[in-house]
């Protein structure tokens, strides 16, 4: 199983953010991926996700998914320059740094 996470940056009516989520189920099952529980937590710009998999992902299966999920493109992209780097194991630093203050995770 594989957590993705992902910050989206834009402020959501109840109804959008619905059918924001439906949509990120959807464009997981259509890559074939099996989706088995998700969260969503609203922030002071947005939202922060989490969506969990049955698979288990590779490093580039996360990096990919994140953004096609729609994840930060800064945070993306510093995903994909950790992965390059060798520093994997700091996959998804940004985001945890605010849940340190915030507090959870999935």
Known sequence: MT???FDVDVKMS???LERFVMTRLYILEALGYTPISHRVVETVKG????FEVVETLTEDQM???????GDDQPRCRFNYLRK????FKQFNALFNKKLKHKGGDL
């Open 3 to 5: 957590v993705l996470k």
């Open 14 to 16: 109840e109804d959008l």
């Open 47 to 50: 939202v922060h996700a989490w």
């Open 63 to 69: 990096c990919d998914l994140q953004f096609l999920l």
């Open 84 to 87: 390059e780097a060798g520093a």
